[in-house]
């Protein structure tokens, strides 16, 4: 079996104000269609997922913008002179920031996100923050607030105002199209599951293990490499990753971040925010996997898929992340991609004018009518915006203009939109116990 070779660059970018490893494959036009967005599990460490984005930017023909993020703390060559540590809800903050600052800029293509293991929590919770959803914790809250202010009325104080969504704020930012929740974390398993029991035991100690990474990081390389391999089986290229992993603030920053998950994911998962998302969000789940029960599985069997040869460390194996990338495109992407492309929009067009909306198969009527994000009748983006973006850059200037985002004709559909705002088996190379925490 030959895997790829595209080559994937490594950029140091500044997300949250906090320096961030930013790993990427250009679309090689200059002009995607489609920006497919990593997000890491736990470690946090975008390079696992190299040969998972070389082979998602492969399969799509070189049409998309293909990026991985490493989560604050996790990448060994930015310092950390200060020791600082960060928590689930203080990544999922550093997410947010990332996407506002490099991926949902005016002009830029369609997005698709996909997270791993924890990185899946992170994903939906900060797209939740991004399009202004209501969390279920938060809704507790406010009316826990409400009845308290009924009970004991004061007249100096005052509701604060609501949240504006993110995408309110500019008519011409893209669209979140899909998330893709692979092998997620969602709820905590105690139980039924003695792999999390144990690391639960061990998350406290997050500084005793940064120490114990820093005696292992000192060692030769050949020495460190084999103390990966006493510990998790791996393909070589994994093993040599992980090595140079195992210093002290990647290894503190892992467990800490470990015992915030345990600690937040023992309560009930918000269900309610996963209807919300609807047909956008699609689930992956696997075999043995530590994380993601059948039982929780079998809760979401509308929105996913089963994957008896994969396991949830897939992105350590070659073989594996081939796989999981097929699913991804063949499955997900690429009818995306079909729903949004020219020829596709025209014959929507031709079949059904009604109420003014573009009619596109998955793009415009399946995924993005009705989702906050893309507004086909809230407000920023309406389905035949989506029709735009799927277009190349000659087109679009044909349709609109030398400059899309500023010409008057795209301004004036995005004010009309905004005005409406608010109406509303065993695998090859990997095993079940890994050295990845989540």
Known sequence: MTFSSTVVWRRICTAHGLPTELLGITAASGSPRLQVVVIPGNPGSAIYFQPFMRNIYDMLGGEADVLAVTHAGHDPQIPNPSGTVWSLQEQISHKVSFLREHVLLPGRPPVVLVGHSIGAAM???????LEGLRRRQDTAENQQQQQQQEATPNPLSAHPPAAVPYFAADARLPPIVKMVAVFPFFETNFPGNSRQRRLRMLAPYYELLGWVGAAVNALPEALRRGFVALNASMEPDARSLTARLLTRHVVRNAFYLAGHEFKELSQPWDWALMGELGS????????????????????????????????????????????????????????????ASPSAAAAATANDHSNGHVELPQWGSAVLRGSPSAVSHYAPHGDQQAALYGQTAAVRRQMYGDDVAGSARHDAMAAVAAAGFGSRGAADGVSDDQIELD
């Not at 949830?312 to 194996?317: G, K, R, W």
Request: net charge neutral; hydrophobic share 40%.
């Open 280 to 339: 956008r969000l699609h689930v992956m789940g696997c075999e043995h996997d530590t994380w993601l029960s059948r039982r929780q599985y079998d809760d979401m069997l509308q929105h996913a898929t089963w994957h008896p040869n994969l396991r949830h460390a897939f992105c350590i194996s070659q073989r594996q992340s081939l796989e999981a990338a097929e699913h991804v495109v063949g499955s997900i992407v690429r009818p995306l991609l079909y729903a």
């Open 123 to 129: 994903m939906i919770r900060a797209v939740a923050e």
